[in-house]
T-cell receptor, first 116, second 113 residues
Framework: NAGVMQNPRHLVRRRGQEARLRCSPM?????VYWYRQLPEEGLKFMVY????????ESGMPKERFSAEFPKEGPSILRIQQVVRGDSAAYFC??????????????FGQGTRLTVV | GNSVTQMEGPVTLSEEAFLTINCTYT??????LFWYVQYPGEGLQLLLK?????DKGSNKGFEATYRKETTSFHLEKGSVQVSDSAVYFC????????????FGKGTSLLVTP
């Protein structure tokens, strides 16, 4: 059973370009979470999605960032018009449907975005 | 709000040395506490967890005890191995948050032969 798969592992974009980060959850998992780790910081929650539904996007920047988890295919985190401050590691996690607050989330290897 | 503070790294130890990585938290109510480990080139893996005061989580020789009175969840291992070299993250899930994890900044551990 493959784990959470993120691609690409490394992404370089010039300022003003778009970045698309993909996340395929573990088999059978219908819940996806995105976290961002800025340099010298801990991981920060961004968004929680179920298939075709955004449950909580309270951690998403108000502009340029969007996320989706379609019925078919991976979850996508999209960053439009990237700026240098978007350079970070972006981690995706997935879980089974929540069974209380101790449901384990499984993390991918992350995508390291560098904006030049 | 909820927050986690863990000791700064990097921590360098010789093989078979005793390890402690300090973690303290701020939260309302009774959060669940976790330690995650990230080995080089891999994603975060859950190492251990504790869901209520005085619970002890343990796995692979690592232990951490949920201390409500000191709001701490320090990670310990009696004898580290080279293969324990990794980045360790302390995290909490708040009493009112069913899913979002609050992470510390991570502590890098290097174990030398």
């Amino acid at each position: 059973n493959a784990g959470v798969m993120q691609n690409p592992r490394h992404l370089v974009r010039r300022r003003g370009q778009e970045a698309r980060l993909r996340c395929s959850p573990m088999k059978g998992h219908s819940h996806v979470y995105w976290y961002r780790q800025l340099p010298e910081e801990g991981l920060k929650f961004m968004v929680y999605l179920q298939k075709e539904n955004i449950i909580d996007e309270s951690g998403m920047p108000k502009e340029r960032f969007s996320a989706e988890f379609p019925k078919e295919g991976p979850s996508i985190l999209r960053i439009q018009q990237v700026v240098r401050g978007d350079s970070a590691a972006y981690f995706c996690a997935s879980s089974l449907p929540l069974q209380g607050r101790n449901t384990e989330a499984f993390f991918g290897q992350g995508t390291r975005l560098t904006v030049v | 709000g909820n927050s986690v503070t863990q000791m700064e790294g990097p921590v360098t130890l010789s093989e078979e040395a005793f390890l402690t990585i300090n973690c303290t938290y701020t939260a309302t109510g009774y959060p669940s506490l976790f330690w995650y480990v990230q080995y080089p080139g891999e994603g975060l893996q859950l190492l251990l967890k504790a869901t209520k005061a005085d619970d002890k989580g343990s796995n692979k020789g690592f232990e951490a005890t949920y201390r409500k009175e000191t709001t701490s969840f320090h990670l310990e291992k009696g004898s580290v191995q080279v293969s324990d070299s990794a980045v360790y993250f302390c995290a909490l899930r708040g009493a009112n948050s069913g899913y979002a994890l609050n992470f510390g900044k991570g502590t890098s551990l290097l174990v030398t032969p």
